[in-house]
């Protein structure tokens, strides 16, 4: 009988070269969902800030789903969450912001803020469900009718 998948999470060095892959995987999944132009790629330096957690979850080792924390000082930020697309609909996206929101607690974070498009419904929805409400635009976000901002309270 063969065992069980192995769900880890762990924070991750993005430019580790099978980290990299699925980040660039993500870049053109949102270029497909924006194909204005409007979204430009993150580059590798500023996800190896010092400011910046990238957590990946891996199955036996593969990373399958990956997202950024962004400490802000007064709020953290969760950017660039995403999920490999053989791996949706299992409840990993959930599993992968709950184990970002533990990272943002265990360092001290209180507030967690992001940033979403209106194209991406099954994000919303996973947000809305895990307690986030809509807020202003922060940072270097700014109104669009494509974006929604929103945020959430650590117990």
Known sequence: ???APRLTFAVDDPGAPDVLPLLREL???LARLH???TLQPVA???LRRANVSVITARVDGRP???GACVDEGDYVEIKRMYVLPACRGLGLGRQL???MEDHVRRHGGRLVR????TAQAEALELYERAGYR???PFGEHHASPRSICMEKRLA
């Open 114 to 117: 992001l940033e979403t498009g």
């Open 35 to 37: 194909p204005a132009g």
């Open 134 to 136: 809509r807020c202003p």
């Open 27 to 29: 870049d053109g999944y």
């Open 44 to 46: 590798l330096e500023a």
């Open 97 to 99: 912001l709950d184990a």
């Open 64 to 66: 399958v789903a990956c």
């Open 1 to 3: 009988m063969k065992p």
